[in-house]
């Protein structure tokens, strides 16, 4: 199973309460204050999560080649491609001649 740990923090005495996902029940999600608690999210879950994608890689051979030819597409040391947001997904992929969908 799949599952996180949410954040949440209080605007009114700046408590912090942490949760498991399935834990959450959206009907009482309040501070020992009384406030409504808010959930905190990170910039990186906020959509797309940073992907290192083999299938659009080189050999670990090729690597300083592709960099050479392609440098706008980013690209860890032992060949896969990181993919940051959708729109970079489509991006590389036409780039690289494969359909994104």
Same mark, same amino acid.
């Given at each position: 199973m799949?599952g996180?740990? #949410?954040? #949440? ?7 912090? !309460?942490?949760?498991?996902?399935w !834990?959450?029940?959206? !009907? ?5 204050c ?5 959930? $905190? ?6 959509? *797309? ?6 299938a659009l890689?080189?050999?670990? $051979? ?9 440098? !706008?597409?980013?690209m ?5 491609v990181?993919?940051? $947001? #959708? ?10 001649? *494969?359909?994104?969908?």
């Amino acid at each position: 199973m799949r599952g996180g740990i #949410y954040t #949440y923090h209080c605007p009114k005495c700046g408590a912090c !309460d942490q949760r498991f996902m399935w !834990d959450v029940d959206a !009907d009482k999600q309040t501070c020992e204050c009384g406030a409504p608690l808010r959930r $905190s999210v990170p910039p990186s879950k906020q959509g *797309f999560t940073p992907i290192l994608c083999e299938a659009l890689g080189v050999h670990p $051979s090729q690597v300083a080649e592709h960099r050479r030819v392609h440098p !706008d597409i980013p690209m860890t040391d032992d060949g896969r491609v990181v993919i940051r $947001s #959708y729109r970079e997904n489509v991006r590389i992929c036409k780039k690289l001649g *494969f359909d994104p969908k």
